[in-house]
């Protein structure tokens, strides 16, 4: 090796470890702004959930599963129509998927990646058909979210859950089972 060579590398190797920090500075800073992002559109989501609430017709105390179900329905109508040009990446901004395929993908490849990822895969089919604003389907189960990956991904607000569909990581909302909104391909291959 030469003097020359010798100097060249320790130069590329303090110049990749002052870029390091600032790069991964850089990713902070990206994910603040995604987050911030997601929170306020979220946010716009469920004030349009609590104006279709705020005009529905109240349930009575002595409610059936089928009068329940029928509100739900009907709740869902209003958010839809409130929503109607709605479309993947609405509340799910781009940047704020990457974030979201991130933490996906740090989870299921980490010590209790296996783990997880069978629990998320072994009680989702292949082949559901996922889409904003429409119910989530009534022929898949509603199975739990693994809790270690549900500290890991933003906080929702009440009546907002995360839920697998194979692999596309959906935002769901509990009072009328409407898809928010989703990321294809959350769960690596």
Do not use: C, W
């Amino acid at each position: 090796m030469t003097a020359l060579t010798g100097r060249a590398g320790l130069a590329t190797s303090v110049l990749v470890l002052a870029l390091a920090p600032a790069g991964q500075a850089q990713r902070e800073n990206v994910d603040a702004a995604a987050l911030q992002d997601f929170n306020t559109r979220i946010e716009a989501f469920v004030q349009i959930r609590q104006r279709a609430e705020a005009d529905a017709p109240p349930l009575p105390d002595d409610r059936s599963p089928e009068q329940i179900d029928a509100h739900q329905r009907a709740m869902a109508g209003r958010v839809r129509q409130a929503r109607a040009s709605a479309a993947q990446g609405d509340v799910l901004a781009p940047d704020t998927q990457v974030l979201l395929r991130r933490i996906v993908a740090r989870q299921v490849e980490g010590p209790e990646g296996p783990e997880i990822r069978a629990s998320i895969l072994d009680e989702h089919p292949n082949g559901v058909v996922v889409r904003v604003n429409e119910r989530y389907p009534d022929e898949v189960p509603l199975a739990t979210m693994p809790p270690e990956l549900l500290r890991e991904l933003p906080k929702l607000p009440k009546g907002l859950e995360y839920r697998f569909v194979a692999r596309t990581l959906a935002i769901i909302d509990a009072s009328t089972y409407l898809i928010v909104d989703f990321v294809p391909d959350a769960m690596p291959e």
